[in-house]
């Protein structure tokens, strides 16, 4: 199998998580990923735990196990006259360059982006800010759960809208990377034909905002503001979280159609005035769920599940990590990869969310490669550099 991103070289300086999750995303295609860390301490996500694995006197920390497969790691002191000599001849040979330092520190470490691209002028470079890097608060340092507040999105997640919360992972950082990689890939499609890189840039408060959906229309055209109410959708009903015999099920009727089977099913006339329609329901939206519970108290969560189902009904429980990760149908999606690393041996990690026709591999490579421990490849990366000349 030829790995999509397999000719790419990417020089990632970034830390933390939306920069590397980027650049791991890049390297499940293929791509071979160079991470450049300060010597001694790392990237910071190194040190973010517990839960720490392995060796006492040498703990891996977990955190920094999610975002860095399939990369290499080299120790590079970037004020340092051979710090920056070695990253010139990276950034000469590489293909992409990945960094989210605050606006101006690389500027300041001597590699602006003129000076990046009079290195290489084939460069893509990606920038990842908090804010970004223009605007009234384009140097504002960034960090997941201040922008998710910021950019809105708590306020759209809790109970009520006295009880903003944050997503339960750190969503702002992920999308960011999600949305830094996709920029890449387009600009390295667009350099394909002008032979000349550029800078792709975005940030938490854009990634965020990015993915409002339906929440940005309901404000930018009805003026309405989007507030949080549990587990219930604001615009569709009956869409969320009900009760059983024995715990709680999901259920998302999106058509007239749907409503009609699962009431009629259940014992309620779905022509009733005030539910015969979605706007009807939505108006209703407390009465629909006491209904449904109580239509559903009888039944155990397996069999409800196996009712739905056989209604046609999209349905779903509500699944623990553990659940999710020893489930058949995960690990039959690659969700699960197998790695060697050189501490813990033979890990299961997540794995990449995407596969190519019908092999079965996750991701654009056969193999996969455990996250690097700190400065693992310093010798072999500066041999491959000084053979190159």
Not at 86 to 113: A, Q, S, W, Y
Not at 231 to 250: E, K, R, W
Not at 323 to 343: A, C, E, F, K, N
Request: some cysteine.
């Amino acid at each position: 199998m030829t790995a999509p991103l397999g000719d790419i070289t990417v020089v990632d300086l970034s830390r933390a998580l939306a920069g590397p999750h980027a650049g791991m995303m890049l390297g499940d295609m293929g791509a071979r990923v160079i991470k450049v860390e300060t010597p001694g301490t790392g990237d910071e996500s190194r040190g973010w735990g517990p839960p720490f694995v392995g060796p006492e006197d040498d703990p891996v920390s977990t955190y920094f196990l999610s975002c860095n497969r399939n990369k290499e790691s080299i120790t590079l002191d970037l004020k340092s006259d051979d710090g920056r000599d070695v990253l010139t001849r990276l950034v000469r040979h590489g293909d992409v360059l990945i960094e989210n330092f605050r606006p101006g520190v690389l500027d300041r470490l001597g590699f602006t982006v003129e000076h990046l691209h009079e290195l290489n002028p084939r460069l893509v470079v990606l920038s990842i800010s908090g804010f970004g890097h223009d605007g009234p608060q384009g140097g504002r340092a960034g960090y997941d759960q201040i922008a998710q507040g910021e950019g809105g999105l708590m306020s759209l997640t809790g109970p009520d809208a006295q009880t903003p919360m944050r997503v339960g992972v750190p969503i702002g950082d992920l999308l960011a990377g999600m949305y830094g990689a996709y920029g890449v890939v387009a600009a390295l499609h667009e350099r394909a034909t002008t032979g000349v890189g550029r800078v792709v840039r975005t940030s938490l408060l854009a990634a965020i905002v990015g993915v409002h959906a339906f929440q940005g229309t309901r404000y930018t055209v009805a003026h309405e503001v989007g507030h949080g109410q549990g587990n219930h959708h604001p615009s569709i009903c009956p869409y969320g979280l009900f009760t059983c015999a024995d715990g709680m099920v999901q259920i998302a009727c999106g058509s007239e159609a749907l409503w009609a089977r699962l009431a009629t099913a259940f014992g309620i006339d779905p022509a009733t005035p005030g539910l015969a329609t979605n706007r009807e329901r939505v108006a209703r939206r407390d009465d629909v769920i006491r209904l449904l519970d109580e239509a559903f108290a009888p039944y155990g969560r397996a069999e409800l599940l196996a009712r739905l189902d056989e209604l046609g009904v999209p349905a779903g429980e509500v699944r623990t990590l553990d659940r999710v990760y020893d489930w058949d149908q995960t690990r039959s999606q690659g969700l699960v990869i197998d790695v060697d690393h050189p501490l813990l041996g033979r890990i299961e990690v997540p794995g990449p969310p995407i596969r190519f026709d019908d092999n079965a591999y996750a991701g654009g490579r056969e193999v996969h490669e455990a996250p690097p421990l700190l400065g693992q490849h310093d010798e072999s990366i500066r041999e491959w550099l000084d053979g190159l000349g």
